[in-house]
């Protein structure tokens, strides 16, 4: 069974440009959570799909984030423009159950703004 | 803030000797789960805590929870070099999300 993979596992831009995060779950689970680690510090919640409804997106930093979860298979995560602060990897879970259970982790889209 | 947070930052220590690590949160929990993230990788569910459980063992690992203390405690014993990673601990509590912490690096020398 395929685990959660992310695409791309690291990208370089510059300042002001946009950049399109995906994740693929695990077939079958409708929680989709998205998290991001900056410089070493703790690994944030950014939000949560249930299918193809955020159930929670109080993570999400400002309105230059955008996720999407179309069909409620893969996820996207847009930034745009995208800020030096934005830099730090960001990681996709899945799970079967909410809860929730056990997270399935991806491993992780290192974003680096310059 | 629910979140977990790990002590200590970091710790060293020789093949073979016991390691750990402790959590601390600052709310109700209705779970508390441990997790391994190895450099560049994704992380791993170690274990999986209920607020109701006082111990879980789990192979080389023992957990403790202590609800009216606010804390966990991951044990790894006869540590072996490849479990050198991070650890993050996640409460879960009241809501359905995990909240991490900013983890501890453990490295163990042969």
């Known amino acids: 069974e395929a685990g959660v993979t992310q695409f791309p596992s690291h990208s370089v831009i510059e300042k002001g440009q946009t950049v399109t995060l995906r994740c693929d779950p695990i077939s079958g689970h409708d929680n989709l959570y998205w998290y991001r680690r900056v410089m070493g510090k703790e690994i944030k919640f950014l939000l949560h799909?249930?299918?193809?409804?955020?159930?929670?997106e109080s993570g999400m930093p400002n309105n230059r984030f955008l996720a999407e979860r179309t069909g409620g298979t893969y996820s996207t995560l847009k930034v745009q423009p995208a800020e030096l602060e934005d830099s730090g990897v960001y990681f996709c879970?899945?799970?079967?159950?909410?809860?929730?259970?056990?997270?399935?982790f991806g491993e992780g889209s290192r974003l680096t703004v310059l | 803030s629910q979140q977990g947070e790990e002590d200590p930052q970091a710790l060293s220590i020789q093949e073979g000797e016991n390691a750990t690590m402790n959590c601390s949160y600052k709310?109700?929990?209705?779970?508390l789960q441990w997790y391994r993230q190895n450099s560049g990788r994704g992380l791993v569910h170690l274990i999986l805590i209920r607020s109701n459980e006082r111990e879980k063992h789990s192979g080389r690992l023992r957990v403790t929870l202590d609800t009216s203390k606010k804390s966990s405690s991951l044990l790894i014993t006869a540590s072996r070099a490849a479990d050198t990673a991070s650890y993050f601990c996640a409460v879960s509590g009241g809501y359905n999300k995990l909240i991490f912490g900013a983890g501890t690096r453990l490295a163990v020398h042969p």
């Open positions: 709310t109700s929990i209705n779970n």
């Open positions: 799909f249930v299918k193809e409804s955020k159930q929670d």
């Open positions: 879970a899945s799970s079967q159950v909410q809860g929730p259970g056990e997270l399935f």
